[in-house]
Each structure stands twice: as C-alpha cells, then as structure tokens.
C-alpha cells in the first residue's frame, strides 16, 4: 500500500523576466512526493532543480518579477493560488528548506537557541521557556553533543557540519510535512557529508515526513533517495525508483551522468566516458527533444519534436522517443 | 620499477607556518599548515594529495611551487633548491612548474580578453618573438585544450564553468612546463563537464609526459586520475601508496575512514561506515603525539607521546601510524622512490 | 602559410568587435535605465559644456567694467543684472564655470592619480601601508576647508596652488577606497596565477590590480570633483582662493556678500550653478555607484 501523496506538482513552469527577455527556467515539471519518503532531484547546475524547490515555496516572488504556471498541489490546496499571508504560514510550518550555506543561512548576532525558538514562536505561538525546552530537544535529535551548552552558542562558535545540523534542527522543528534539503551536503567534507546524510534518513524514518533532496551528487542519491527525478534544461527527463535509474537508466542523459562519474569501487576504465557538448543556455533552447544536441541516439524525429514523460514500465517515466523497452 | 624513473621535484621535511601576530606585529602563535612533509615527483606520473578542509593540501601545493614561500625545508626541481633561489632566478623557474587553480571564476581576469591572458604569459617569460609567433602558439594551446580560435577574443565571463577551467589549463600549458600542480581542478565542475576536464588531462599528460600534483578531497576523482596517492590530515602525510593498493588495502586508520565515508553510486551496495568523533582539532595548536590520536578508533598509550615517523610497510605504501610500525628501527623517512 | 593563418584571424577580428559592439550596447541600455545617474550626468555635462563655451555664451567679457551702470537689476541687456563694478553677472558666472570646473576637474584627475598610487602601494606593500595610510588619517583629521586655507596661507593664493592644496586635502578618501579594494584584487586567484607565471609586482599592479579597482575609485573620485567645486568657492569666498579680478563662483559670491542687501542676484546666481554643478556631480556619482555594484543588480 502506498503512502498519501503530500506533495503534487502539476506541469509547473516558471518564468523571469530580465534584461534580455523572458526566460523560462523550468517548462511543464510533473511529480509528487510521498509520505515517508526521500525523492532525488539531480540535474546539472542550471537545469532548473533549485528553481523548482525555490517555487514551491514561491521564494522568488519578492526579489524577481516572476509568473508561475501549473499547479503545486499541498495539502489540498494550491500554493500558487494562495495569498502571500497564507504562504508565510506554510514556509518554515508546513514545507522547512535546508540550504546548502549553512553560515550565510543562519544570522550571526542570535544564539542558535534564539533561531530555533524564533520559528516555534512564529509559528506554533509557543511562550519562551517552552520553545527553549523544545529547542534543546530539537539540537540532541540531530545529534549535537551537550546541547544545553549549545544553545546558547552563536552559529561562529560551531564547525560546518553542526551549523547544518542547526540548519536542520530549526527546518524540522515545526514538524513540517515536508523538508526540501538543496545541496544540504555540497559545501562539506565527505566524513561530514556522511553524518548529516545519515542523519536526514535517520530523521525521515523517525518522523515520517517528505524529503525533497536536491543535489548534483549521483552518489548521494544512490545511498539515500528512493526515488529519482533527473532534470535537464528546466524538464524531467526521467522519474523512477533509485534501483531502476541505476541499472536501467531510460535516458540517454541518465545513462551519460551515470556513466561520467567516477567511481570508488569496482572496474576502472582508462578514460572517463563522456557526455558530448555542453549544456545550452535557456536562451538558446534546441528546436524538438532539449537533449537531441547532445544525445549519441538522436534521430530526425528527436529533433523535429519533444517527447513527453511517458511510462516505460511500473514506476519509471521517461522522456525520450527511443525509451520503449530496453536501452541499447 | 618506480625505481629508475626520474624524480621532477623533491620536497623534503616542508614546513609552512603562517604566523598570528598579537599587539605591535609579535608573533604570538603559529597556524601549522604544512608541518613536515616530505614527498617525491616521478616524471610523467600524477601524484593525487588527498584529504579534507583545512588538511594543508592546498597550501602544500602552493608550496612546493613557491607561491607561498616555506617556512622550513628543501625543494628540489632540476637540481636547485627552490627555497634558496633569487627572486629572478624563481621567476624564470615558473616556467618549469606551473598551476591550475579550483575557482574557474576567480582564476581569469575579469578585464582581459582570453587571448591577452595567454599571450601575457609569452611577454612574462619572453617566449617566442613578438606578434605573429605568439599569436600562433595560443592559437595551438586554444586548440590543444578543446577551444575554438573565436575564444580568443572572448572575456572570461562569457564562458561556462568548464571552458573557464579549459582556459586555465591553457594558461598553465603554454609555457611547457615539466609540472602542473592542479589544485582542486574539477571540484567546481558538473559531472559531465568534469569528466571532460579529467579525460582532457589525462590526454594532454599522456601525448607531453606532464607530471600533475593533483589535489582534491574527492577521492573517486583521485582514484581516476592519480597513480600514487598521498592522504594528509592536519598539515602531515599520513598514507602514501601507489592508487590500487591504497584504494585496496589502505592502513591509516585516517585512510579508511575517509574511504568508508565516500558514498557509492550504486544503490545495492550498503557500506559500512566507521563513524568519526569529533571535530578537525585546530591547526594552532594540534595535538602532541599522533594528531589523529584524538579521533582515532585504535588510538594507544604511544600515540599521545610520539609522532609517528612515514615509514615503508611495503614496497612504495609508507604509512605514518604507530599500529604499523616496526619496534626496532626509527628509519630516515625514504620517499618511495 | 603565414597568410593563410592570417585571413581566418581577420574575420574573427570582426566577429570580435561585432561582439563587443553588442556588448557595449547592453551597457547602455542599462545605463540609461539608470534615471539618476543619467540625469547627473547631463546636469555635469552641461556644466561643463557651459565652462567650455563661456566666451560664445557671454554676452561681454569677463572683465568689461562700465561704472554708469553698477548694481543694475536683472534686466533684458544683463539677465543676471551686474555687480558694483558695472561687470554683467550672467558672463561672470559663466566664466566662473570655466574656473571653478577647470579647478575641480584638476583636483579630481589629481586626487585619482595621487590617490590610486597611494592607495594601490599600501595595499601591496605592508610596510608602506602602515605609513601611507598614517599620514592620510592625519591629513583627513582636520576638517579639509581648514586645512585647505592653511595650505593657503603658506603658498599664496593663485589657482594652480588651490588645486595643490585641494588635491591634497582630497587624495586620502580616494587612497582609502583604492585601497580597500585592491586588497580584495590582490587576494583573486588571477592575481595569484600572475605570480605563478613569474609576473613581477609593477606589472600586477599596474595591468591586473589598477583596472579591476578603477570603478569604485572613478565613483569616489566624482565625489571630490563635488566636493572640490564647494570648497574652492569656500576658500575664493575667504579671499584666499582664485585672486581677483579672475571669476569664480565663491570669488562673485565674495563681491555679493558687501552688497547683500541691495543686489540679492549676485548672491544668487553664483549660489544657484555651485549648487547645480554639486548636485549633478553627486546624484552621477551615487547613480555611477550603483551601476557598477553589481549587487544593486
């Protein structure tokens, strides 16, 4: 049996209006998450990941002129409809967001305890010795050492690793449905990205909430995410369960990354496979299927058309013309 | 058969301190960035330093080719000690040893045409005769490194990452330089854009018998691109070994951690990983003894008294830990040569 | 052969100033979205195309003196009326455009040069620093229209040393801003590969460092264009600044003041083109300020 679907998205696009013009940075994105589970949302820089995380929470609307279509189904209700007072009831409550600066996102001049507390109070009304108590709290579940001592700290005073921990202790402390971690583990060292990824499953299990991990990182996906959603140019250009996207990846694009990265075990090839071309501007759009440019199987009819995201078996969509079935 | 091949640079007991000076410029203390290394370069061989933030690989790398100067220590290129030549004697040195940097951003002038980039390197060293001849020569490197003779005219910030990165590594090529320290040269690249970068190397080594210092944190990278591996943690080498045996059978405690701790990117595989405790201990004032003792899961009585020496437990893997070390003898450290 | 090289080269030649030509294109339209910076500049642009075609504009010359008709009103034959000596205002004040915009136009070249060396030098260099910055606190200590009067006083008045005294009480702003910014510069990787490539200092500072802090410099600079035009009409205004009888706008304004009572509009006028002069130069600075911020962006 499958578990509720908190999160729908609905062909959403969005487009910037700048200098040169009207951009659109992602067309027509389609998928949902779960409860209780992780989705993976890989893609190279400018495919558009980041922009769809950020519009689900409509984070652009002040600092952009920016026009939303689809729809973002949450909890029933449509957040690109919702007024901007109700919005703000649903960032940081419902939805929580992890970034991948932790210094930068957290303010330097309040104690991490301060932080923590300032959310409870927003949104759960909750009067200051009792948000203190759910603030300690908040700091041993993810796994800060002495955290009494801790919350009383400034963000200056701890390493990179325990200031993403903070991160995601003031993200969880609403008890969102929904946590969107984006590139919660760039900025760290391996030793350290391990911890705190060990730690977003450990929390995902406990609380059973959604968990939207956008990364570039093949690798982080393949040890924690159970499904995948693979952009390119502002499209998904396939969806499935991790275990499919790794053995048997639809898309020509899917199967380049997967070739390209290196790894840290098993045969090891002289060269580095690769992936042809560079990623185009969003300004420069290809004509037909956005990766025909680049992909080793396109054909005339790649070109002259774009494919949709259509099923190739249980779970897995694929947006190619040549996905029916096994890949060559 | 490492045994006969020529050594590019030696370093030797390299120490790089920065000082913290307290009221009227006194120094008061030392950030210990690079304490005491020692390591060879093999012609035609890449040479990956691994480790993590604020390990001093980087500020090793910038070292051993006097961009920074060392505190203490011999460098050996050709023969001469870089640490005792004049500054114009170095600067015809720069020729020989040359560098590519992380940030693809940061690394070109924002006010210079690419082609200006290059051909100010020419006019620095006095390559070639002024105009058409080395006009040619960039043309050649432009080519040689995947870009188009148009780019010549083009600023750095009409390129994407990994043509920036291309640039860079043109910039350090032109000058035909024995060795390239790349300091974190894919780390800012996407994935399909790295692998052109790493093949682009890899090429590029094997058609002009380059030697690379390759630092990253990024150990599958390091797997692809290095033959001999070195791991520092907290300003020392810690493991150094031929890539297979160290992938294979590392022996520092530090090495298998930081192995155990690289995601897979297969989703069958469920490792096992070992947990580190605690934080990086400050370069300041790093731990006596051992300065892995504090996070190490083996750690013994001798690890808090005595630094343990690089010492050879195979054929060219020396390992500095004391749960390897032979009781009798406190060997000079040999550089696996 | 080294002509078949050369003909592809030519054609990418205009390829690239057809990119350029596009880029600079870009530049402008941003520019000129920029309302503020735009009208600034037109507001400095006519002050000094107002310097430089003084003697076309003016109906008389500078110093032409008929007593019959001193302290005259504004009327149709002098629109700026004349002062106790029978001069027309109008041609006076234009002619002072020509000074006191010549003297700030100097002072400002003078501080940018004086002030990107000093600045430049005691970023690079941390012996210098401690100096070169030391002396200019010292000098920014005092308020810069005391000090400029001092310097005065101890050179005697004539133009050329107004722009010396105000070049010197104007350059530490300029070498502080140089300054700061030539630290972040130097600490870019491209100033690193210079080095690595066996560059020497004076070539990194002077193509690789001075271009890439020009822009808050130039913004600054324009400050003390403002800046300079107000206290040289201070220091004309005390009698210590551009001797007499030569026009500038604190010397007319220094005329006026015996005579405040009876002829307002020799206080006016001058009062009205320094303050337009200042403000066009600071709304074009501020407005220069955030075109090249790119944060502003």
């Known amino acids: ?328 | 058969m490492q045994a006969n091949r020529e050594v590019v640079l030696r370093a030797e007991n390299v120490k790089k301190y920065f000082p913290i000076r307290g009221t009227l410029g006194r120094v008061v203390n030392n950030v210990k960035a690079v304490d005491g290394v020692s390591l060879s370069l093999l012609r035609g061989e890449t040479y990956g330093l691994v480790g993590e933030t604020g390990c001093g690989k980087s500020t090793l790398g910038r070292t051993l080719i006097h961009l920074t100067p060392a505190t203490a220590g011999s460098i050996t290129v050709e023969g001469r000690d870089l640490t005792k030549l004049t500054p114009k004697e170095m600067r015809k040195m720069r020729r020989r040893v040359q560098m590519v940097f992380q940030d693809p951003y940061t690394s070109l002038d924002p006010r210079q045409r690419i082609g200006d980039i290059l051909l100010e390197m020419l006019e620095i060293q006095k390559i070639g005769g002024a105009g058409g001849e080395r006009r040619a020569l960039v043309m050649e490197i432009l080519d040689k490194v995947g870009l188009r003779p148009e780019h010549f005219y083009r600023f750095a910030h009409e390129f994407s990452g990994g043509q920036r990165q291309r640039v860079g590594l043109a910039r350090a090529l032109i000058l035909n330089p024995d060795l390239i320290v790349c300091d974190e040269p894919v780390s800012a690249l996407d994935v399909s854009v790295q692998s052109q970068i790493i093949n682009l190397l890899l090429d590029l080594q094997e058609e002009r018998g380059l030697t690379y210092l390759f630092i990253s944190h990024d150990m599958s990278v390091i797997r692809y691109t290095s033959n001999r591996v070195g791991v520092m943690y907290l300003g020392h080498l810690v493991e150094e070994a031929a890539t297979d045996d160290l992938f294979a059978l590392p022996m520092h405690p530090y090495s298998q951690v930081l192995l155990s701790a690289v995601p897979s990117a297969n989703p069958h595989t469920k490792k096992q990983r070992i947990v580190l405790e605690g934080d990086l201990p400050s370069p300041i004032n790093p731990p006596g003894g051992c300065v892995f003792h504090t996070r190490c899961p083996y750690a013994m009585g001798v690890c808090e008294k005595e630094c343990p020496q690089m010492q050879a437990v195979m054929p060219g893997h020396r390992v500095a830990c004391h749960l390897h070390s032979q009781q009798s003898a406190k060997e000079e450290p040999n550089h696996g040569v | 052969m080294e002509m078949v090289k050369e003909r592809p080269l030519e054609t990418l030649q205009e390829a690239g100033r057809r990119l350029r030509q596009e880029q600079r294109a870009l530049t402008r339209r941003r520019f000129f979205k920029n309302r503020l910076a735009v009208l600034g500049g037109a507001i400095t642009i006519l002050m000094l195309l107002i310097a430089i075609l003084a003697p076309v504009l003016s109906p008389y010359g500078p110093y032409d003196m008929v007593v019959a008709d001193r302290l005259q009103a504004p009327s149709a034959a002098h629109p700026f009326g004349t002062d106790s000596y029978g001069r027309d205002v109008l041609t006076r004040v234009l002619y002072g455009a020509r000074v006191s915009m010549s003297i700030g136009a100097a002072v400002a070249a003078g501080a940018l040069i004086v002030g990107m060396a000093v600045g430049m030098l005691a970023s690079y260099y941390k012996v210098l620093d401690n100096v070169l910055m030391r002396v200019c606190d010292g000098l920014s200590a005092i308020p810069s229209s005391l000090l400029a009067i001092a310097f005065m006083a101890a050179l005697g008045a004539s133009e050329q040393n107004v722009i010396i005294s105000l070049v010197t009480v104007s350059f530490p702003a300029v070498a502080r801003v140089a300054r700061g910014a030539a630290m972040v510069v130097k600490e870019q990787t491209y100033v690193e590969a210079m080095r690595a490539a066996g560059a020497g200092s004076g070539r990194i500072l002077l193509w690789h460092i001075a271009p890439n802090i020009l822009s808050p410099v130039i913004v600054q600079v324009s400050f003390v264009f403002a800046s300079s035009i107000i206290t040289e009409a201070a220091l004309s205004f005390l009698g210590v600044g551009v001797p007499v009888p030569d026009p500038s706008w604190g010397n007319i304004l220094n005329e006026g003041k015996d005579v405040i009572y009876s002829a307002w509009w020799m206080i006016l006028f001058p009062g009205l083109f320094t303050a337009l002069a200042v403000l066009g130069l600071n709304i074009f600075g501020d407005g220069l300020r955030d075109f090249l911020d790119p944060h502003t962006n």
């Not at chain 1, 009207?22 to 558009?48: N, P, Q, T, W, Y």
């Not at chain 1, 639809?250 to 070739?259: C, F, K």
């Not at chain 1, 058309?305 to 079935?325: E, F, I, K, N, Y």
């Open chain 1, 1 to 328: 049996m499958e578990a509720e679907k908190i999160l729908e998205v609905k062909g959403l696009s969005t487009s910037f209006r700048t200098e040169r013009g009207v951009m659109k940075a992602i067309d027509g994105v389609s998928f949902h998450i779960r409860r209780g589970e992780i989705l993976g949302m890989v893609g190279e820089s400018g495919c558009g990941k980041s922009v769809t995380s950020q519009s689900i929470l409509r984070l652009y609307d002040e600092k952009y002129q920016v026009k939303y279509g689809g729809e973002i189904l949450f909890a029933g209700k449509d957040l690109l409809r919702l007024p901007e007072k109700e919005m703000q009831k649903v960032r940081g409550n419902d939805v929580a967001m992890v970034f991948q600066d932790a210094l930068s996102s957290l303010n330097p001049v309040f104690t991490v305890g301060h932080q923590i507390m300032d959310t409870l109070r927003i949104h759960q009304g909750m009067k200051k010795a009792q948000a203190r108590e759910k603030a300690v709290e908040m700091l041993r579940l993810v796994g800060i050492p002495s955290p009494e001592k801790r919350v009383d700290q400034y963000p200056h005073e701890l390493s990179g690793g325990m200031r993403q921990r903070v991160m995601i202790a003031i993200a969880l402390a609403c008890q969102p449905k929904l946590l969107i971690a984006d590139e919660p583990t760039t900025a760290l060292d391996v030793t350290i990205q391990a911890q705190i990824m060990d730690l977003i499953l450990d929390l995902n299990r406990k609380l059973h909430m959604g968990v939207m991990l956008i990364t570039h990182d093949l690798s982080v996906v393949a040890e924690v995410c159970s499904r995948v959603a693979v952009m390119y140019l502002g499209q998904i250009v396939e969806e499935a369960g991790v275990n499919d996207i790794f053995d048997n990846p639809g898309h020509p694009y899917t199967r380049g990354l997967i070739r390209s990265i290196p790894r840290i075990e098993g045969e090891r090839e002289k060269r580095l496979y690769q992936i042809a071309g560079t990623v185009p501007m969003l300004s420069q759009i290809p004509q037909g299927c956005r990766f025909a440019p680049r992909c080793p199987r396109a054909t005339e009819a790649c070109r002259a058309q774009m494919p949709d995201l259509v099923p190739v078996s249980g779970t897995q969509r694929v947006r190619c013309w040549h996905a029916d079935g096994a890949p060559a």
